[in-house]
């Protein structure tokens, strides 16, 4: 492996970290993206970086329900889980996972695509329509 | 010509029937369900009456009421 090489890699991987305002500011656009959302919450790995309300709260109850669906020893990338009183959808995109709290009959593979987006747009620095298009200015 | 009263409970029972298949419709989509779906694709539904569905909807039934004590940020 040529140090140019490695010298990229160790860019990647050391790229960007997200930080809580951050992740705020992107719950924020996907909150804006998706009008019937209640609430949700940004994780990395099992820390909240970012919530609609106490933090805490969101982060043992996002592990608990992850956990759940971890059970049969298989990582889940998704999971969606539908009440009478709303809707539940929890993904991961690499470290990050989004947690979004909707009403009923919302459509899920929209939902699914906002939030992957969103974690996406984050891990990369934040909400696309902040970053400046190349060439501006 | 059928008689008067004829017509009024064929009407009544066919609105019986229209309300009796909304029910049913109803009962239908509010059913809770749990749905995981892997990396590879495959995706598996969790029924309420199973253990990782009964989990999944507690959880998921905690994540609602957080949802619905928002505070401002």
Redesign the interface.
């Given at each position: 492996m040529s140090q140019e090489t490695r010298a990229s890699d160790t860019a990647g991987i050391l790229a960007h970290v997200p930080d809580r305002q951050l992740a705020a500011h992107s719950l924020d656009h996907l909150m804006e993206l998706s009008p019937e959302m209640r609430g949700g919450a940004i994780l990395e790995a099992d820390a909240v970086l970012a919530a609609t309300g106490d933090e805490p709260g969101w982060g043992d109850s996002a592990a608990a329900l992850l956990a759940a669906a971890d059970a049969d020893g298989e990582s889940a990338e998704q999971v969606h889980v539908a009440t009478e009183a709303g809707e539940v959808f929890v993904l991961r995109e690499g470290s990050l996972t989004a947690v979004a709290v909707t009403e009923r009959f919302v459509l899920a593979s929209l939902m699914a695509f906002d939030m992957r987006a969103t974690l996406r747009d984050l891990a990369a620095g934040g909400p696309a329509t902040d970053r400046a298009a190349p060439g501006a200015n | 010509m059928p008689k008067p009263h004829r017509v009024v409970l064929d009407r009544v029972s066919g609105y019986a029937d229209e309300a009796a298949a909304f029910m049913r419709r109803r009962r239908h989509?509010?059913r809770?369900?749990?749905?995981?779906?892997?990396?590879n694709g495959s995706s598996?539904d969790h029924g309420a009456e199973s253990?990782?569905g009964t989990?999944?909807?507690?959880?998921?039934?905690?994540?609602?009421e957080?949802?619905?004590?928002?505070?401002e940020?």
């Amino acid at each position: 492996m040529s140090q140019e090489t490695r010298a990229s890699d160790t860019a990647g991987i050391l790229a960007h970290v997200p930080d809580r305002q951050l992740a705020a500011h992107s719950l924020d656009h996907l909150m804006e993206l998706s009008p019937e959302m209640r609430g949700g919450a940004i994780l990395e790995a099992d820390a909240v970086l970012a919530a609609t309300g106490d933090e805490p709260g969101w982060g043992d109850s996002a592990a608990a329900l992850l956990a759940a669906a971890d059970a049969d020893g298989e990582s889940a990338e998704q999971v969606h889980v539908a009440t009478e009183a709303g809707e539940v959808f929890v993904l991961r995109e690499g470290s990050l996972t989004a947690v979004a709290v909707t009403e009923r009959f919302v459509l899920a593979s929209l939902m699914a695509f906002d939030m992957r987006a969103t974690l996406r747009d984050l891990a990369a620095g934040g909400p696309a329509t902040d970053r400046a298009a190349p060439g501006a200015n | 010509m059928p008689k008067p009263h004829r017509v009024v409970l064929d009407r009544v029972s066919g609105y019986a029937d229209e309300a009796a298949a909304f029910m049913r419709r109803r009962r239908h989509v509010r059913r809770p369900f749990a749905r995981v779906y892997r990396a590879n694709g495959s995706s598996v539904d969790h029924g309420a009456e199973s253990e990782t569905g009964t989990a999944l909807l507690a959880a998921a039934g905690r994540l609602l009421e957080l949802a619905a004590t928002k505070v401002e940020r």
